[in-house]
């Protein structure tokens, strides 16, 4: 109950700054949603001229509709604050106070994706509007809970991910390419920028397993009932991987931190 307290007042916090930067949030999720909403254009044309994708224009359209807000609640920017805090040595000051610093990077996700909620959901809604003709989403609110589901478990597969490279500045001086390589093979790995479904189907079992899929693909693909057998064992799986990583990188860099600039 501590906990939950500290983190509702973390969150109260994180909002009330976060608000100070709404204007730039509001044409960042802008950017979320023209993004999908060009890939969405081409493919339809695409369609009207004859190509034939291996799934229907239905989940097609419904999918690039919801990538961007799936995009944007299940990602995380805890690496580069994390990598910074460490080289500048203000890791210490949270060392000696009674809150973790996961906790208020956890707070900082989670109240920033509280407001941007907010401005992404009607964006999403009017895309959803333009291409209504096309926008299929399940009634079904078993199908809606496997969704929540898979997003929660999307979401912290992200964060512990960002935790594990954030840590590396324990060792390296600068983290910078690592966090570009990952965000550049997670945007087209995860589905982000194109549906997996659309893929060659020669990488079909390559890029059903690889944990990439589960932080965008998947929770989509439950959604709109396009999810394979076992899949929810292979999120679960990377899942609990990703968290013992960030464990196992945390505590061992933790024995090597000097505090170095502090």
């Known amino acids: 109950m501590r906990t939950v307290r500290i983190l509702r007042v973390l969150i109260a916090r994180e909002l009330t700054t976060t608000l100070t930067y709404r204007w730039w949030l509001l044409f960042l999720q802008l950017a979320t949603v023209i993004s999908p909403a060009i890939s969405l254009l081409v493919w ?57 610093t996961h906790l208020a990077n956890i707070a900082n996700n989670l109240g920033e994706k509280l407001i941007k909620l907010l401005l992404a959901v009607p964006l999403a809604v009017g895309l959803g509007i333009i291409f209504r003709d096309q926008v299929k989403l399940p009634s079904s609110p078993g199908r809606w809970l496997a969704f929540a589901i898979a997003l929660t478990l999307a979401g912290g597969m992200a964060y512990t991910l960002d935790v594990v490279i954030g840590s590396l500045a324990f060792w390296f001086e600068d983290v910078t390419a690592v966090n570009r390589l990952r965000f550049l093979v997670s945007g087209l790995l995860s589905g982000a920028i194109i549906p997996l479904a659309l893929f060659p189907s020669a990488f079909a079992g390559f890029l059903a397993i690889q944990p990439f899929r589960f932080m965008v693909s998947f929770p989509l693909e439950v959604l709109l009932g396009h999810p394979t057998a076992g899949s929810f064992a292979w999120q679960a799986g990377w899942s609990a ?9 945390w505590r061992l860099g933790l024995r090597s931190y000097q505090g170095a600039g502090a």
């Open 44 to 100: 339809r044309g695409a369609i009207a001229q004859g190509a034939t994708p291996p799934v229907t224009e239905s989940f097609l359209t419904t999918y690039l509709v919801m990538v961007g807000l799936v995009v944007m609640l299940t990602a995380s920017w805890t690496s580069g604050f994390m990598a910074e805090s460490i080289r500048l040595g203000k890791l210490t000051s949270w060392l000696v106070r009674p809150c973790s």
């Open 241 to 249: 991987t990703f968290l013992g990583a960030a464990i196992l990188t």
